[in-house]
């Protein structure tokens, strides 16, 4: 049924739904109204059979979880930014693990400057950690997500992350349909750990492993989040065919086919783009737009595929790799090595600096002109930078 | 008979296995049946502390507990020599997962044991004073606030051995370690405290705090047993001393843990909801610099100059803790 709620509130019921059986919260904008939610509902009896954990912080919060799993137990937690951060050295070690914790960004900016607004900063700079990445366009996107990625999670033994953008979509009011429970149950069956710690049957886990091991240990645990390329779509094809709607899974084409000029992106700015490469197409423009759900593993593939018309790929990157070009453009070009696609970068949306239609007009105008360079900031206030530029040269100068 | 004061034999209380004992009395460590949860074979140091207490407490919890435990461990020398993959010298369940979470993961394991109805099955989380005083320390705070159903066992062995002995919040003022030497003389570590964690921990208002020393396996096994009775977060603080940090022969481990009793640097006692029920009252007090000079990592405290002026402070830390916990007393019927 369709309602319109918050994109919290709908992710929260949709986690719900799934049968946490251990939660761990510590609050942090713009994640706090999910936790929130499930704690009301925990509350309320409506998520029965769960331990609601309010621990003292966000390294404790993921460690808690890994206790949790590691008992059999299906773990989630949410957070964002800093909070991400604090939680790194957890993050790797529950991919290290190979348990299938559940935990949700709300993507925010990271400090310094200090700044609680979006970008995909933080579940970036955990790119490498051994998680599934999912990125939800759309807040019926990020609540269908959460049950794919329990899913998918637990058959594979890896953690997912499942990433929406903060305020944008958490803090959205807009039509979702939640998954009810009989849907939910139909599609997600009981956790099943793959070894457990029970006094019956006494494991080791977490030992101790050295040179002659380690990388063989590390490659079953790539093989087994690539196999996410896989098992991925085809959960979400079986969850959707439950829900009664497509569920996205490695990647979203907007008239892609046919299009000259793909602008390529993550997250929650693929709604504002579809509407501007709508708009340009109408105009006789072959324009399309890309969005990419699954990021780790990353489904070059899929990407190639949708990008095979492509002449001019713009990629816009939601967070700043400092010394590169970005992480995705990284990516999408790798994957499109060997074709004649020119791929560019836009830097665009740092600290909640809104990614407007009339901006992607600006810049995909601009690209149709040849006036694209390499690496651009979309909405750079070119003014202050250059006064600051003159400032420090000055500096450098004076003795 | 006169019992030596040093290097003596196991006699009288501090008996491990003593044939004259009804079985019930005797102590686990000298059940030939015992489980053996950390069993041999493994690597640690000769002459460690910390390996045989785990023994003990492993297996004194297994029996409290009939056999349902899991136990969780901190990143440290406890968890490296105990489980080179693909070689594990453990017989229980055992998690171990980084340095600084072990109290958290063993939070979650209760929180998932008791919603999945195995309430029955207990946790016991291991770490040493490293993991536990300084980089475990929020986590340990945040599961003794929250009075989560785990016991937390820290092996203090008064540095960072795992990484060739580092200064810790509970290395000993004026010890010397790798990261506060001893340079012409002089050096060692510098601190007004050794951060006090069982008193941290009654603060919290944890339902049972209790120190002990690998010295007396007795008393540890006693104290381990009544803290598996209750329910809630418990702290058992446990002396192991390390021949490697320490600079001690590998045979006196034992004995210097009774001997750190003997001197009130180390106090022996049990509270309750954050008051102290019991404490044990030292026989025969020894100073502090019979039991200092026997380690090396004091040796500048008395050579090539004796420095009287620290060894008095020391002493003076020692008659403190004494004073705090009346260890003094003579205790009530004796002569």
């Known amino acids: ?399 | 008979m006169t019992v030596p004061a040093q290097h003596g034999p196991q006699v009288g209380t501090l008996a491990v296995g003593n044939r004259l004992l009804p079985l019930s009395l005797r102590t686990v460590a000298a059940d030939a049946d015992r489980l053996s949860g950390l069993t041999g074979g493994h690597r640690a140091c000769r002459g460690c502390g910390e390996a045989l207490a785990a023994r003990v407490v492993v297996d004194a919890a297994h029996r409290a507990t009939g056999g349902r435990l899991v136990t969780v461990n901190a990143t440290g020398c406890l968890e490296v020599f105990s489980s080179p993959y693909p070689e594990s010298a453990w017989r229980v369940p055992w998690l171990h997962s980084l340095f600084g979470n072990a109290p958290a993961v063993a939070s979650g394991v209760a929180a998932a044991l008791a919603v999945q109805g195995r309430g029955d099955v207990r946790v016991l989380a291991q770490g040493g004073d490293g993991g536990t005083l300084d980089i475990g320390f929020g986590c340990l705070s945040g599961m003794f606030e929250r009075d989560d159903d785990v016991l937390y066992v820290c092996y203090d062995n008064q540095a960072y051995m795992n990484t060739g002995v580092q200064r810790s919040s509970a290395t000993p003022a004026d010890a010397r370690t790798a990261t506060t030497p001893v340079v012409d003389g002089t050096g060692g570590n510098v601190t007004r405290h050794v951060k006090d964690a069982p008193r941290i921990a009654m603060a919290h208002g944890v339902r049972y705090v209790a120190t002990a020393t690998v010295g007396d396996v007795r008393d540890l096994e006693e104290k381990v047993t009544r803290a598996m009775a209750v329910r809630g977060a418990r702290y058992l603080h446990v002396l192991v001393p390390c021949p490697l940090g320490w600079g001690t022969p590998t045979d006196e481990t034992i004995e210097l843990a009774r001997h750190a009793v003997r001197t009130g640097l180390f106090p022996l006692f049990e509270a309750e909801d954050g008051d102290v029920v019991a404490t044990t009252p030292i026989r025969r007090r020894e100073p502090v610099t019979s039991y200092l000079e026997r380690q090396s990592r004091f040796a500048h405290l008395f050579h090539p100059v004796r420095q009287d002026e620290v060894l008095d402070r020391i002493q003076r830390e020692a008659d403190r803790t004494v004073a705090r916990y009346r260890l003094d007393r003579q205790e009530e019927g004796a002569s």
Do not use: K
Request: charged share 20%; proline share 5%.
């Open chain 1, 1 to 399: 049924m369709l309602r319109q709620v918050e994109g919290s509130l709908a992710v929260a019921e949709t986690v719900a739904r799934c049968r946490p059986q251990v939660i761990s919260a510590y609050p942090i904008s713009p994640q706090t109204h999910v936790v929130e939610h499930l704690s009301r509902l925990a509350r309320t009896g409506e998520l029965d059979h769960c331990a609601y954990l309010t621990v003292e912080s966000e390294f404790a919060a993921l460690s808690s979880l890994v206790g949790a799993s590691a008992a059999g137990s299906r773990s989630y937690t949410a957070t964002s930014s800093q909070g991400l951060l604090f939680m790194a050295e957890a993050v790797f070690n529950a991919a290290g693990l190979g348990l299938p914790i559940v935990m949700t960004v709300a993507n925010r900016a990271v400090g310094a400057p200090i700044n609680i607004w979006n970008d995909q900063g933080d579940s970036i700079a955990m790119r490498d950690a051994g998680w599934i990445q999912l990125y939800a366009a759309d807040n019926q996107a990020a609540a269908d997500l959460h049950v794919v990625a329990f899913r998918v999670a637990e058959e594979l033994s890896v953690p997912v992350m499942v990433c929406m953008d903060g305020f944008v979509l958490t803090h959205a009011f807009e039509e979702v349909d939640v998954p009810d429970q009989h849907q939910v149950d139909a599609v997600l069956p009981p956790f099943r750990p793959r070894q457990l710690l029970d006094p019956a049957a006494p494991v080791s886990i977490g030992a101790m492993v050295g040179p002659e091991a380690y990388t063989e240990v590390r490659y079953l645990a790539d093989h087994a989040l690539r196999r996410a390329l896989e098992v991925l779509p085809a959960a979400a094809d079986e969850i959707g065919a439950v829900l009664g709607r497509p569920v996205p899974s490695l990647v979203q084409a907007h008239g892609c086919r046919g299009a000259g000029t793909v602008v390529v992106v993550m997250g929650s700015v693929l709604g504002t783009l579809s509407e501007v490469v709508d708009e340009r197409v109408a105009r006789g423009v072959r324009v399309g737009a890309l969005g990419i759900t699954c990021f780790r593993p990353f489904p070059a593939s899929a990407v190639r595929a949708a990008l095979c018309d492509a002449d001019e790929v713009i990629v816009l990157e939601r967070s700043l790799a400092a010394g590169e070009d970005g992480p995705l453009t990284a990516d999408v070009a790798r994957a499109l090595a060997g074709t004649r696609a020119r791929v560019r970068t836009v830097v665009a949306g740092l600290g909640g600096r809104p990614v407007t239609g009339t901006a992607l007009h600006g810049l995909l105008d601009r690209a149709e002109g040849g006036r694209l360079g390499a690496r651009t900031f979309l909405d750079l206030d070119r003014t202050v930078i250059d006064r600051e530029l003159r400032r420090s040269a000055a500096q450098e100068v004076a003795p």
